[in-house]
């Protein structure tokens, strides 16, 4: 009889990968979503905090919850809300749990610094605002390896690189895109950016360099939305529509972005898919808004190199998602993802896990993964240094670090420091009130003095002409 052709099954530890929904009493109920239409992800998450895009009545706002504090949020619970229209997007400090920042449609960025404790009243006050978008901001992140560096993408069709801790521009790419950019996202150590844009083309760029050193018009032939990021070695993961409106996946490689290395179709609907990847798994969790299902792709060496793995489904569609980085996750119980999905009324977590009988620590699962070290300093970042995440091991799982103040230090104070005068006994001085707050009222005296003088030259400039006028008169 003929031999039956059998179909080699892949070996791949995380071919078993399952998700499963948290207990009722652990989701966070009685949250008001922002119904805002923006493919934002609506939600940002680490091992302190979960912060969610909220509805919000003039203004913009968003909510910040302590992991722990699960079950029904107190409709009281204070939010952030600084902007003066709505919030975007938010993204939170991958070297500091404590600092998110959130970007709007008032055009602006605001950084916060996020208390360990739930405060008693809303946080209105940003660390910093960051201003010179034209039009609505709707994209933020974070460098992944330098201190401080964040980028925001509005639709001016601008791209922006901020120094945090000195509320400066570092860097505008301006002549880059021709329509509304759709994502950004970064490669492994910083020094390159993916973007997608309705111009239906992907660029690579270098930043510092202001240049676009590869680019693919019309990855995906649809006319719908396309997100791209950078996966392991240089290659870029892309997901869109075909032009049928089905729904695709491509891999590509930067240095032949002619032919896809996979280009995969998957179904018909048109939700926009949100790419999350873990680089220590090499899996991509395909999200789509409105959809009800994660699905999950392994990236490998090997044809077809991108390799479907299974389907979270459930019945609720999700609104938006959060995605918790590695050193957020339980080892002792396998888990390698956890996501925060959105319902209209409610965040629910979901926990990837790979079955293990062992009870010991799976190396194999938990390589050293990025920790809250930056690696370089934003200058350093802008000179032109590279450097790669400064790797932390999950042996003994990860405990986070207490609240670490972000600092602004607006260069203009720091040259214009007061002599050293004679110091004061601190008997009869709040010896609370820091350098930082007594410079900034110096500040304030400064400008305000230098008001005080323009308005006496005005008016002695009146007068002046006043004199003449009457003089001419007489």
């Known amino acids: ?87 975007l997007d938010i993204d939170w ?86 329509d ?33 050193v590869a680019e693919k018009t019309k990855p995906h032939d649809g006319t719908r939305p396309i997100r791209a990021i950078f996966v392991a070695d240089g290659k870029i993961f892309t997901t869109g529509f075909s032009r049928m409106s089905e729904r695709q996946l491509g891999l590509w490689d930067l240095n032949n972005f002619e032919e896809p290395i996979a280009l995969q179709e998957m179904d018909t609907s048109n939700g926009v898919l949100l790419p999350f990847y873990d680089a220590d798994s090499s899996i991509v969790y395909l999200c789509g808004k409105g959809d009800s299902s994660i699905r999950y792709f392994e ?19 999700q609104r938006g998602m959060g995605f918790m980085p590695k050193r957020g996750l339980d080892v002792s119980k396998c888990e390698i993802a956890r996501f925060f999905k959105l319902h209209e009324r409610k965040c629910e977590p979901i926990v990837m896990t790979v079955p293990r009988k062992s009870d010991l620590f799976q190396d194999d699962l938990y ?20 450097a790669e995440p400064i790797l932390i091991s999950l042996r003994d799982g990860y405990v986070p670090i207490k609240n670490r103040e972000l600092k602004v230090v607006k260069k203009n104070i720091l040259d214009s420091k007061p002599p050293p005068g004679p110091r004061r006994s601190h008997s009869t001085c709040d010896s609370d009130f820091s350098q930082p707050a007594l410079e900034e009222v110096l500040e304030e005296i400064r400008a305000l003095k230098e008001t005080v003088q323009a308005q006496e030259k005005r008016i002695s400039d009146l007068e002046n002409k006043l004199c003449q006028f009457t003089n001419g008169t007489d």
């Open 1 to 87: 009889p003929p031999a039956m052709s059998r179909r080699v099954v892949r070996q791949s530890k995380f071919r078993h990968v399952f998700g499963q929904p948290v207990k009722a009493d652990q989701m966070y109920e009685d949250i008001r979503v922002s119904k805002v239409t923006c493919d934002s992800s609506f939600c940002a998450v680490n091992p302190k905090f979960v912060a969610i895009i909220v509805e919000s009545g003039g203004g913009g706002a968003f909510i910040v919850l302590p992991l722990a504090k699960t079950g029904r949020v107190d409709k009281n619970h204070p939010l952030v809300t600084g902007h003066t229209a709505p919030v």
């Open 93 to 178: 400090c991958p070297h500091n749990d404590n600092v998110i920042a959130s970007a709007s449609e008032d055009t602006t960025v605001m950084v916060w610094q996020i208390p360990d404790y739930v405060p008693v009243r809303n946080i209105t006050e940003p660390v910093v605002t960051l201003e010179g978008h034209s039009k609505r901001v709707s994209i933020i992140s974070w460098h992944p390896t330098a201190r401080n560096v964040l980028l925001s993408a509005g639709c001016d069709n601008l791209v922006i690189l901020w120094n945090v801790g000195t509320g400066e521009m570092l860097l505008a790419l301006d002549d880059m895109h021709t």
């Open 180 to 212: 509304l950019i759709y994502n950004v996202g970064w490669n492994r150590n910083g020094s390159l950016l993916v973007t997608t844009c309705k111009d239906k083309k992907v660029r690579v760029i270098d930043p510092r360099k202001q240049r676009i």
């Open 299 to 317: 990236i490998t060496d090997e044809a077809p190199y991108v390799h479907y793995l299974n389907t979270y489904s459930s019945k609720e569609p």
């Open 367 to 386: 390589p050293d993964t990025p920790g809250p070290e930056p690696a370089l300093e934003a200058d350093e970042w802008l000179s032109g240094k590279d």
